[in-house]
């Protein structure tokens, strides 16, 4: 990964920490991005003393700002000159229903629209840093999902959390295989990753029962299948595909639907003034 310039979001804790650990142990150059200053300085310390690679910057993504994601995108061209990795690791999973800044249901928002949104604005940098990769960290939650396309954001019925994450994670599997289908040929890859269940922050406001206390991995072994997918040789042009783990496993039915991917494209698209 030496000369390689990647970002990770959610990078100050869990599982994008040990990510920006992984790549800035493999020598690339990591931006953490963060939206919590201050815990992205404090990780990027720790970062730095453990892996010996000074080549680490925190940048501000917020995921539920299109503004401060237009922003990022802005100054991250502006301080780079390529772009060879972006892992969409940060994600949330609340337990009620709550609004991003620009209006959105906040689970679908921050773990679906706010990626889609920056790698839409990162997209022409990836195609000219080719061979580059995406890497979308989803959950085997996506399986026992589905999506209400007539009620995407809760407005009718009742919010559970549970229920919005996992339709949030199955957006990012079917997110995953368009992209793919509309990247083929530009030496850009994108897969999606189930990391494992994995002790994080994730869950501090999910309900006792949706956090299994016994079996977790640590987010070292949980970001396993994240460097895999950003960095093994053996992955080069393998595109579309789900993981769990460094495993390629068949996503849902639901995922693998074309016409409901084409949807869920076009009514980003549409939600995003795209």
Not at 3 to 18: D, P, Q, R, S
Not at 195 to 218: I, N
Request: proline fraction near 4%; glycine fraction near 10%; charge should be positive.
């Amino acid at each position: 990964m030496h000369g390689k310039v990647a970002i990770v979001t959610g990078a100050n804790t869990g599982l994008g920490f040990e990510t920006a650990r992984g790549l800035l142990e493999k020598g690339a150059t990591v931006v953490l991005g963060c939206r919590d200053l201050e815990k992205g300085e404090k990780a990027r310390a720790e970062l730095v003393a453990s892996t010996g690679n000074q080549a680490a910057t925190v940048m501000l993504v917020d995921l539920a700002n299109l503004a401060r994601l237009r922003n990022f995108a802005a100054k991250f061209e502006a301080q780079f000159q390529r772009l060879d990795l972006l892992v969409h690791n940060a994600g949330v999973w609340p337990r009620t229903r709550r609004k991003t800044v620009d209006g959105f249901e906040l689970t679908l928002g921050v773990n679906h629209l706010g990626p889609f949104f920056l790698t839409h604005l990162l997209r022409p940098m990836l195609e000219r840093s080719a061979p580059s990769r995406v890497v979308v960290v989803t959950s085997s939650l996506h399986i026992s999902a589905a999506i209400d396309f007539e009620d995407l954001q809760f407005k009718v019925r009742k919010h559970q959390g549970g229920i919005a994450y996992g339709q949030s994670k199955l957006c990012n599997v079917m997110f995953t295989h368009a992209l793919a289908r509309r990247l083929e040929g530009k030496g850009v890859t994108v897969n999606s990753v189930h990391p494992g269940v994995v002790a994080t922050e994730l869950t501090r406001e999910a309900p006792a029962r949706a956090a299994p206390v016994r079996g977790l991995l640590t987010p070292r072994e949980g970001a396993v299948g994240s460097l895999h997918l950003a960095t093994s040789p053996e992955l080069d042009g393998v595109s579309g595909r789900y993981f769990e783990g460094t495993v390629e496993k068949t996503p849902s039915n639901f995922s693998q639907d074309v016409e409901a991917q084409e949807r869920l494209w076009a009514m980003s698209l549409a939600l995003l003034k795209l």
